[in-house]
């Protein structure tokens, strides 16, 4: 028979056991996290169907100022043998008695012109083809107006020759202007923060203050308005004293030169220090003023071909840019004294518009004549600019998407909490309506949506961001198994081995034949 310490033994290892076997799903429970149901099916859905989406065809109407006999024959012969290597422009002939506008010489006159007659609306752009009896002697080929239609000549009598050159022309300006080849690796972002910087090299030509604010407001704020529903944009503007050259310039004839290709050895902006604020979820466009001490102006850029670039100043791709200003060889005011007022600022800041145009991927067309927009960018651009933002946009908001989906996929114990779930199923819903924006079949009677797929992507990528980044889900990245396991063995490891060896313990001596007892 058991005697009584085998039995307070045995009562005691039992204990252990209905203990463990209580504590243990009760940790587990507690142990788990909660992990929201995510639309992975819907996540993936979504992004194979942006990988195989046809980009929106451009709704492209033809004019003729006055009609012209078999015009609609050779224009069918020509668009047939013209290749069309995007597949993306649409063309409906026309034709509609505007016969006066071929009387009118003055470009900019013709482009008003036909926006009094014929306005072209959003989403969707005009090309008239206006008859005249002689082509103009100054014949650009193909204008541009700073509206939604362009323009160019043909006599009253084309050949077939004729209008395939104009369709070649006009088909060469739309795969340029409205290219979608790079929007999956151009780095735009609905945020932008542009910092305007007056670095001063030395106490002899340092300005104490400058008109940024009036400049702004003048030369860039139209510009500005005018793109508000791309991206959001915040200025600021400071001031810095005394920022070197790293490296002395070459003197040749009086002046001082920096050759393009060794602009980073002189001027490095990573030693400036310019940051004012935390941009961390920002852009940020680093606009330079640089005024260069008496000792070293005037300076100048040179090209490739030794020749003075006329701006005096350069871009840094997805940095921002530089403006050289020699103020000792500037015609001032004689008032101005140590402030940079309004006047001096009208030779600089076209170049800053510039230059922010060129980083947010505007660049000017490759062709004869295209008429300047007051606002900074036309019409045609600024579709073209709406269109690879909404591409950058959808492209980045499915990255996300795929990228949580795996993060949450491969650490089971991150917690995923309904915001989350309903941040993804709006990003979701967003690409959808981005989707079904530029790919449905348009035609000039339903263009595209700019506007509202814009917003649409918009939507997109910022319900992503905020869902792959939020602070819930990124406290719990670097807490693998290992540490868990770190965490609980300590302690419970001496209890397991006290338990686990008084039952084999027990189970051993039960086994175990009984010795008799002698007297």
């Known amino acids: 028979e058991m005697g009584?310490?085998?039995?307070?033994?045995?009562?005691?290892?039992?204990?252990?056991?209905?203990?463990?076997?209580?504590?243990?799903p009760v940790w587990w429970h507690l142990m788990s996290v909660y992990r929201a149901d995510l639309p992975y099916d819907a996540i993936e859905r979504t992004a194979r169907a942006i990988d195989r989406a046809e980009v929106a065809n451009v709704a492209i109407e033809i004019r003729l100022s006055s009609p012209v006999d078999g015009f609609s024959e050779k224009f069918g012969e020509a668009t047939k043998s013209v290749r069309w290597d995007d597949q993306n422009v649409a063309f409906i002939s026309q034709s509609n008695n505007l016969a006066e506008v071929s009387r009118i010489a003055n470009p900019s006159d013709v482009d008003e012109w036909l926006q009094s007659k014929q306005p072209t609306p959003a989403g969707k752009h005009t090309f008239f083809i206006i008859v005249v009896d002689e082509l103009p002697k100054a014949y650009p080929g193909v204008t541009l107006g700073i509206h939604r239609h362009g323009w160019t000549y043909i006599t009253k009598k084309p050949s077939q020759s004729d209008v395939t050159n104009v369709v070649k022309n006009i088909k060469e300006i739309l795969q340029r202007h409205f290219s979608l080849k790079e929007a999956a690796s151009q780095k735009l972002s609905p945020d932008?923060?542009?910092?305007?910087?007056?670095?001063?090299?030395?106490?002899?030509?340092?300005?104490?203050s400058w008109a940024i604010k009036d400049a702004v407001r003048l030369y860039l704020q139209p510009f500005l308005n005018e793109i508000s529903s791309v991206a959001k944009f915040t200025l600021d503007s400071q001031i810095q004293q005394f920022s070197r050259l790293e490296r002395a310039p070459t003197v040749e004839n009086g002046r001082f030169i920096i050759k393009s290709w060794e602009l980073h050895?002189?001027?490095n902006p990573h030693e400036w220090k310019l940051d004012l604020v935390d941009s961390s979820k920002q852009t940020l466009f680093n606009m330079i003023l640089y005024v260069p001490s008496n000792a070293t102006s005037p300076l100048h850029i040179t090209d490739p071909m030794g020749t003075f670039i006329l701006s005096n100043a350069f871009t840094i791709p997805q940095w921002g840019g530089i403006v050289i200003y020699n103020r000792k060889f500037q015609v001032e005011n004689v008032t101005s004294g140590n402030s940079l007022g309004i006047s001096e600022m009208s030779s600089v800041m076209p170049k800053f518009l510039e230059q922010i145009r060129s980083l947010l991927g505007i660049s000017p067309l490759n062709i004869k004549y295209m008429l300047p927009s007051p606002m900074g960018i036309s019409q045609w651009e600024k579709d073209a600019l709406s269109r690879r933002f909404i591409m950058s946009n959808v492209y980045k908001a499915v990255d996300n998407l795929r990228s949580m989906s795996q993060l949450i996929r491969d650490l089971p114990k991150m917690v995923v909490m309904d915001h989350i779930a309903q941040l993804s199923q709006d990003a979701v819903d967003a690409i959808e309506e981005c989707r079904q924006g530029i790919s449905h079949e348009i035609s000039v009677n339903s263009p595209v949506d700019y506007a509202a797929v814009l917003a649409a992507s918009r939507r997109a990528i910022v319900s992503s961001d905020a869902a792959l980044f939020?602070?819930?889900?990124?406290?719990?990245?670097?807490?693998?198994?290992q540490?868990?396991?770190?965490?609980?063995?300590?302690?419970?490891?001496?209890?397991?081995?006290?338990?686990l060896t008084g039952i084999y313990g027990e189970i051993k001596s039960r086994r175990s034949p009984k010795k008799p007892k002698t007297e």
């Open 265 to 267: 050895h002189f001027l």
């Open 470 to 481: 939020d602070p819930n889900m990124l406290a719990l990245l670097y807490f693998p198994d």
């Open 4 to 24: 009584l310490g085998g039995q307070i033994r045995t009562r005691v290892i039992i204990s252990y056991i209905i203990l463990m076997g209580v504590g243990i």
């Open 192 to 208: 932008y923060r542009i910092s305007f910087s007056l670095l001063n090299a030395h106490p002899d030509t340092a300005y104490r």
């Open 483 to 499: 540490h868990e396991l770190a965490v609980y063995a300590l302690p419970f490891y001496p209890i397991f081995m006290h338990v």
